[in-house]
């Protein structure tokens, strides 16, 4: 036991007033005060509180979990991310073949239809899918302002044009027409 001397008396030999609480034998004081004083400055004075060492441990622990969830959450994107970039990698691929095939099928498409050379003037013509009068004389005359007198006497050079209705009649892929020279 350490011997302290009272603050009110000066006497020595009473316990720590400071962590018990103490009546002082010599005056009679009560000195439960100066524990109850002593406490509140303990709990108010971070460096020695309880709460600040809880409230530090709470807090590198939350740190720690930050880290660790950010690393997992890393590991796991790249983990995670090898996969679609191969699948990226696959389809940019396929595009690109696809691109291709597309490409060719464009240019057997542009090229114009194989026509026959008949006499200096006149050219045998197989009808193409979705060909239309205005496209057949397109191909042949270029875009011109008198299309439709110009498909007319293609139709009526080869029986296609209907006189009670003044229009073509059907045209199917694979027919032949004979377009003559415009001049």
Known sequence: MVSTKCPICDNPGIPDYHLQNVICPHCGSDLSIYKKINDAARLDNPKTSDHYFNAKKILIATLAFICIAAVASFISYNVSRKPLLEQIEK????????NESLAQAKSKAQTKPETAVVEN???IYEVQKNDSP???VRKFFGITYDWKSIA???????????????TWR????????????KN
Do not use: C, V
């Not at 059907?170 to 020279?181: A, S, T, V």
């Open 152 to 166: 007319q006497k293609i139709a009526e050079d080869n029986g296609l044009w209907d006189y009670e209705n003044n």
């Open 170 to 181: 059907e045209i199917r892929p694979g027919q032949k027409l004979i377009i003559h020279n």
């Open 91 to 98: 389809m940019n691929t396929e595009i690109n073949s696809l």
């Open 121 to 123: 003037n006149q050219f």
């Open 134 to 136: 205005w496209t057949i």
